[in-house]
């Protein structure tokens, strides 16, 4: 592999892992308040600062 | 509520991590234009030393979320609030999203430049123990059968782990390495060009813009989390349970001995 080809690896990888992290973060935020909901019958307030 | 409380609120609030989204993505393009285009190529290893700029403030980020998890897990033995045991969650999480993407990234440079993805190397293996320790810390949490427990028996590990954390740092000064010697955090002036220390900071001042970003959105996201286990809760015992706040601590076999 070219010397830039590790470079854009590294960007890429960084990139992909913290964007991935982030979106899973989103989607248990997601299923939390979904579980709230459907245990409470309303819907969730957003998590108290 | 005390003023530290509430600025720590405001911080953390949806707008917080607004703000903190803005300010992260403004800095990491600004790192990559001077990491990428203005930072010179490394007279001995060339373009590929370019890795620098990712590598070194995720290592950098690893330090400091263990460190978080360390005086957040202190404060929980000290005080037993459900919010240090929060706080030492959520930056472990973090804490081993950065350290798998600095071994990854490690890897990465260390290819073109040692001729090897990986070596037995006293700094590559102290930080996979390190990554290990915060595995396990994860995975404790998971087992723990009351909130408590796991919050007491993580904030101890959260304590004792912590030891690596300058094992790491101090391996290429204490043993013969591979890894370069510090650059930057070492007695006396860093060895390294200025162009590229200024690189270098302003990519490390990016990422922690970004772990902080990380961190407040993964502390709501416990918070969330822990609110829909309290209703569930009160939904199976029917006793409703006060402010949203976890359960005392009962061993669930215990409370299903009293609740038959």
Known sequence: MPELGYVAAGYLTTAAALGG???RLRHRARRARRHATALTGRPARPARP | MKRSERMM????????????????????ATSAVLSLRVAPP??????????????????????????????????????SRTRWDRLGAAAAEVGVLFTGLTIVLGALWGKPVWGTWWTWDPRLT????????Y???????????SPGRRARWSAVLGVVGFVDVPI??????????????????????????????AALLVAVAAFTLVWAYLLTVRLRVGRLEERAATQALSARTGRPQSNG??????????????DA
């Not at chain 2, 620098?52 to 290592?59: D, E, I, R, S």
């Open chain 2, 42 to 79: 490394d007279a001995v290893q060339g373009e590929v030393q370019r890795l620098m700029y990712v590598h070194v403030p995720a290592a950098w980020l690893a330090y400091l979320s263990f460190t978080v998890v360390f005086v957040a897990s202190a404060a929980y033995l000290l005080t």
């Open chain 2, 168 to 197: 790491v740092h101090m391996s290429v000064v204490w043993w013969r390495s591979l890894h370069q010697a510090p650059t930057v955090l070492r007695p006396g002036a860093p060895t390294i060009a200025g162009s590229m220390l």
């Open chain 2, 9 to 28: 609120a405001r911080l953390t609030g949806r707008r917080g991590e607004q703000v903190l989204a803005g300010a992260a993505v403004a800095g990491l």
């Open chain 1, 21 to 23: 992290y982030l979106l």
């Open chain 2, 245 to 258: 706040q976890l359960p005392p601590v009962v061993d669930v076999q215990e409370r299903a001995r009293s």
């Open chain 2, 126 to 133: 102290t930080t996979a123990v390190l990554l290990l320790i």
């Open chain 2, 135 to 145: 595995l396990a810390y994860l995975a404790l949490r998971r087992m723990a059968d």
